[in-house]
């Protein structure tokens, strides 16, 4: 007979599903408790017995976003692959997940100008952005030690690596029939790895 499932998690589940649309639909500043608890259902007393504010849910939906992701990402480390096919799997994953959470792109960037007044929405931000950095920088110094690629700053390099693939995004947010996500990241992508390749 297998375990059943914990209810406790089940409804937080719940509660975080329910949050995304509230805030998707309102917008962190407009949407209340009230609203998530009328979404989910649940009294307002249920709901303050699994998240005490709106703060905890919005770093919630933060946490959820990007655990699997890094995940994903962190079973890079496992596979015996060259840093560049490394970098080409790492940068299909994030698009893949990137197209799958297309919906919540609006809460995404709402988050971003949260982290510029929340302490808390900016720390779970630097903590995704070092955690990336952390998976990341690694493999492109395997690469620089194996002459894969030039001798180029390990750390830089991955910076601007995140930063077209988070620029990309927000260019498409900008004008959506100038920007193809999936497309522009790729591209953006291999202009960079073309720019570090040792060359014979």
Not at 17 to 39: L, P, S, Y
Not at 108 to 130: D, E, G, H, T
Not at 147 to 157: C, L, N, Q, W
């Amino acid at each position: 007979m297998s375990p059943r499932p914990d209810v406790s998690d089940e409804r937080k589940s719940q509660i975080i599903n329910a949050a995304e649309g509230v805030f998707t639909k309102k917008g962190f500043d407009e949407a209340r408790m009230d609203d998530i608890a009328e979404e989910t259902g649940l009294s307002k007393g249920t709901l303050y017995l699994y998240f005490k504010s709106k703060d905890d849910l919005i770093i919630a939906i933060l946490d959820r976003m990007f655990q699997r992701e890094f995940k994903q990402l962190e079973s890079l480390e496992q596979e015996d692959l060259s840093a560049t096919d490394a970098i080409w799997k790492l940068t299909d994953l994030l698009t893949k997940d990137i197209l799958s959470m297309i919906r919540l792109v609006p809460i995404v960037y709402q988050f971003l100008a949260l982290a510029f007044r929340n302490k808390y929405v900016q720390k779970a931000l630097k903590q995704y952005i070092n955690r990336y950095l952390g998976i990341l920088i690694p493999i492109v110094q395997r690469g620089i030690d194996a002459g894969e690629f030039r001798e180029v700053d390990a750390r830089e390099t991955a910076i601007a690596m995140g930063a077209i693939i988070e620029g990309t995004l927000l260019l498409w947010v900008y004008d959506k029939s100038l920007i193809e996500p999936e497309v522009h990241i790729r591209s953006g992508m291999k202009l960079l790895l073309e720019g570090v390749q040792a060359h014979a």
